[in-house]
């Protein structure tokens, strides 16, 4: 039997200027990877920081490792990791001055700890280096060092790619998939790019304006999400789309920006598709099955999917 690490009934969040959580109900369990998906405003950071203690619920009820009351939630606390937002560390100290100044405020007294955790993040060979003059990636993956301080059972993180290069969104995936897969953390993400997300998460929850929307697995998503066919051809776009309508009988062929046409698998005879190109010679200079999309799935839920 899985343990539920995080579980909320009803949870809301009421700001004077207006709604930030509604009835939320969710739950998140021991190992999970999951994906908290939502435009800007939706209220992720709103549960992240509730889950933390750091915003009071208006309403509803949360557990943490099934603990429920006030002083059980504070020590059930003790065994998450958080990013929330950005990192606080100092830009006059080290890494390890760093990571020193956490162990005191956490109350942790291994005094390896720090040491570990940097190798774990791929800093351990930062030394001296002021964390003021640390890229975002590397502040990123030390406030993920941070949050690893005092061994989570579950990490919750907002945004924790948000701003870095492609290279340094790789390094966090790496970062995190170690955690999943061989040390067994539960984790809680927020991202934007889904693509990312994609990558990593096991289950989706969709938050829109304060509400869960729909929660999804990644071998769900895979049956359910549509394959698309997209071709990419040197004649004028329009005209070819506009073709393939009248001649495919479909309303769902669109031209993307990337310039290339666009239309779901599902109902389409390959071979006719291929013929009609041919007979009509227009030069097909790509032609790709693209897999399921998280990124169009959330596109098409909230609709605003474009086709
Ligand atoms: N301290 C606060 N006081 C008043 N309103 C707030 C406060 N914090 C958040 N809100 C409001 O609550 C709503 C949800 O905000 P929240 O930061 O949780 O969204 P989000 O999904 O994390 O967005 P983003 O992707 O931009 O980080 C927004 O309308 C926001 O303006």
């Keep these: 039997m899985t343990a539920t690490v995080f579980e909320a009934e009803g949870l809301s969040k009421e700001y004077p200027s207006g709604v930030a959580l509604d009835q939320l109900c969710m739950s998140i369990e021991a190992g999970d990877v999951y994906g908290f998906v939502g435009e800007n405003g939706a209220g ?47 830009p006059h100290m080290n890494a390890m001055e760093n990571l020193g100044f956490y162990c005191r405020i956490f109350g942790i007294r291994d005094r ?6 940097l190798k774990l993040v791929g ?48 390094e966090v995936r790496h970062i995190l998939e170690h955690l999943s897969h061989e040390q067994g953390v539960t984790l809680l993400i927020s991202s934007h790019i889904l693509s990312e997300l994609q990558l990593l998460a096991g289950k989706y929850g969709f938050i829109h304006q304060g509400r869960l929307i729909q929660e999804i697995s990644a071998a769900e998503l895979q049956q359910t999400a549509q394959v698309m066919i997209c071709i990419s051809t040197s004649s004028p776009a329009a005209a070819v789309a506009e073709m393939l ?28 598709l291929m013929s009609l190109l041919v007979q009509r010679e227009i030069p097909v200079d790509g032609f790709q099955l693209t897999a399921p999309n998280l990124e169009q799935y959330y596109m098409d839920l909230i609709g605003g999917g474009g086709r």
């Design 245 to 272: 309508r009248q001649e495919l009988r479909r309303g769902d062929i669109r031209i993307k920006q990337t310039g290339e046409i666009e239309l779901p698998r599902s109902g389409v005879d390959l071979e006719r």
């Design 44 to 90: 992720k950071t709103t549960l992240m920081r509730i889950i933390g203690g750091l915003v009071h619920p208006t309403a509803g009820r949360m557990a943490l490792f099934g603990e429920q009351s006030k002083e059980r939630l504070a020590s059930a606390r003790r065994r998450i990791g958080f990013l929330i937002e950005r990192p606080s560390l100092y």
């Design 112 to 117: 390896g700890r720090g040491a570990e955790v």
């Design 123 to 170: 800093l351990d060979e930062a030394g001296p280096k002021k964390t003021g003059e640390y890229s975002l990636g590397m502040r990123q993956r030390l406030g993920i060092a941070v949050a690893l301080l005092n061994r989570p059972e579950f990490l919750v993180l907002d945004e924790p790619v948000n701003g870095l290069d492609p290279a340094g969104i790789v």
